[in-house]
């Protein structure tokens, strides 16, 4: 199992046990984006700096 596969499941595990009630379902699956995304930067297959944009040479 790669970095990105252990931070989908380990989101959404984390987000079945924190949620209660009606909202389960979007708290779950925000939590598992989290996950996934944080487990592709470290595969190294996101890089968050071509996210959020580098600075531009002058």
Do not use: C, P, S, Y
Not at 4 to 14: E, H
Not at 27 to 36: C, D, F, H, M, Q
């Amino acid at each position: 199992m790669n970095g990105t596969q252990t931070g989908l499941l380990a989101g959404l595990i984390l987000g079945l046990a924190a949620t209660q009630g009606f909202t389960a379902f979007l708290v779950t699956l925000a939590v598992g984006v989290i996950g996934l995304v944080l487990g592709r930067v470290l595969d190294g297959e996101l890089d968050l700096g071509d996210l959020f944009g580098r600075g531009r040479d002058k």
